[in-house]
T-cell receptor
Framework: GAGVSQSPSNKVTEKGKDVELRCDPISGHTALYWYRQSLGQGLEFLIYFQGNSAPDKSGLPSDRFSAERTGGSVSTLTIQRTQQEDSAVYLC?????????????FGNGTRLTVT | KQEVTQIPAALSVPEGENLVLNCSFTDSAIYNLQWFRQDPGKGLTSLLLIQSSQREQTSGRLNASLDKSSGRSTLYIAASQPGDSATYLCAVRGAGSYQLTFGKGTKLSVIP
């Protein structure tokens, strides 16, 4: 079946521009997560959705970052006024539930480069 | 704050060898521990999930163990193959949390 789909796969933007990253989770998965992977930093948690609500957004690095999820499905991560330090791979994951055992299924990520 | 460490950072073995990857974590109050593999330019693929009440999980040539009290997990790969070459990541979900805390991974190279 279809896995987690992310678009675009690559995005190059100029410093100061806004960008939107999209995630289509596996159908029926209620939980959705955004992570960021930077060189030398490993993966860091950004935000978690259960349905359309975000009970944990503690990983968003600044108020330039926001995310929403609609229809319990597609999610969009928006970065406003991008900075060079925002350059990273942004990974989306979904899981059927948050109860054990419910492993995370990751998309291939969006590589963001801010010039 | 949970910290996850993976040693070694890189490992190179000849094809056919059995090998062990190590993961340690600082807070034993966990909900589960997951092992993933990541191929270059790709996302993460879930390999095994061990619930906090379990000691080990097996899938094919892979066996993962969990010792919560000592804050350790190992991933055992039997009869390694070149296709096993990838970065292996360990991630811990804390009790009462929905976040995964990841280690920085072990980059495995299996030489034909």
């Amino acid at each position: 079946g279809a896995g987690v789909s992310q678009s675009p796969s690559n995005k190059v933007t100029e410093k100061g521009k806004d960008v939107e990253l999209r995630c289509d989770p596996i159908s029926g998965h209620t939980a959705l997560y955004w992570y960021r992977q930077s060189l030398g930093q490993g993966l860091e948690f950004l935000i978690y959705f259960q349905g359309n609500s975000a009970p944990d957004k503690s990983g968003l690095p600044s108020d330039r970052f926001s995310a929403e999820r609609t229809g319990g499905s597609v999610s969009t991560l928006t970065i406003q006024r991008t900075q060079q330090e925002d350059s990273a791979v942004y990974l989306c994951a979904s899981s059927l539930t948050t109860s054990n055992p419910s492993p995370l299924h990751f998309g291939n990520g969006t590589r963001l480069t801010v010039t | 704050k949970q910290e996850v460490t993976q040693i070694p950072a890189a490992l190179s073995v000849p094809e056919g060898e059995n090998l062990v990857l190590n993961c340690s974590f600082t807070d034993s109050a966990i909900y589960n521990l997951q092992w993933f593999r990541q191929d270059p330019g790709k996302g993460l693929t879930s390999l095994l999930l061990i619930q906090s009440s379990q000691r080990e999980q097996t899938s094919g040539r892979l066996n993962a163990s969990l010792d919560k009290s000592s804050g350790r997990s190992t991933l055992y790969i039997a009869a390694s193959q070149p296709g096993d070459s990838a970065t292996y990541l360990c991630a811990v979900r804390g009790a009462g949390s929905y976040q995964l805390t990841f280690g920085k991974g072990t980059k495995l190279s299996v030489i034909p």
